[in-house]
């Protein structure tokens, strides 16, 4: 069992919807999560962290944490094809290690 | 947010060489870290940069094969050492600042 999964996609959805992101993790002492997001031949840019159960937003990026179910996601709100990215979930036991997961490819079609 | 710039951006190299990659950050931080990313996968921690001692590795990763440097707050290089074909890979380092991991640009390493 890999400790962090993501369905690799692609997740295709159209320009408006909301897009979701899943990832969940296999290490209980996990405590902060993070989603990256990577456009292809860059690096990873980070999009936000939650540590808390519940829901974290940031302008059209909620994260959701669920640490009973150990399940993490990303919902990005009025998808725009500049969206059109992989998304790496990465889990750390404190704020400093990450494991990421192997990302999900997002297609956002006009 | 940090500022992380590495050189060389892309390097290819003959088997059996070594390159070493440098990583600098724009202020100062406590924790930089190195990573690499093999085609079409994710990103896998190599070590810890651990300024004024020994980096810590990841299972899998030897000093030998990738020693790394940490003078001070701000930079930190990483050597590939030996160099096969199996070493092609982006090799990405972070930094932290706060809750927040940053990364650089990376450097992508083509191995003949």
């Known amino acids: 069992q890999k400790e962090v999964e993501q369905n690799s996609g692609p997740l295709s959805v159209p320009e408006g919807a909301i897009a979701s992101l899943n990832c969940t993790y296999s290490?209980?002492?996990?405590?902060?999560f993070f989603w990256y997001r990577q456009y292809s031949g860059k690096s990873p840019e980070l999009i936000m962290f939650?540590?808390?159960?519940g829901d974290k937003e940031d302008g059209r990026f909620t994260a959701q944490l669920n640490k009973a179910s150990q399940y993490v996601s990303l919902l990005i709100r009025d998808s725009q094809p500049s969206d059109s990215a992989t998304y790496l979930c990465?889990?750390?036991?404190?704020?400093?290690?990450?494991?990421f997961g192997t990302g999900t490819r997002l297609l956002v079609s006009p | 947010s940090a500022v992380i710039s590495q050189k060389p951006s892309r390097d290819i190299c003959q088997r059996g060489t070594s390159l070493t990659i440098q990583c600098q950050v724009d202020?100062?931080?406590?924790?930089m870290f190195w990573y690499r990313q093999q085609p079409g996968q994710s990103l896998t921690l190599i070590a810890t940069?651990?300024?004024?001692?020994?980096?810590?590795?990841e299972s899998g990763f030897v000093i030998d094969k990738f020693p790394i440097s940490r003078p001070n707050l701000t930079f930190s290089t990483l050597t590939v050492s030996n160099m096969s074909p199996e070493d092609s890979s982006i090799y990405l380092c972070?930094?932290?600042?706060?809750?927040?991991?940053?990364f650089g640009p990376g450097t992508r390493l083509t191995v003949l």
């Open positions: 290490d209980r002492g996990s405590q902060s």
């Open positions: 939650i540590y808390s159960n």
């Open positions: 202020s100062q931080v406590t924790m």
């Open positions: 990465a889990v750390s036991r404190g704020f400093q290690k990450l494991v």
């Open positions: 940069a651990n300024q004024g001692s020994e980096a810590t590795y």
């Open positions: 972070s930094a932290q600042t706060g809750d927040e991991q940053f």
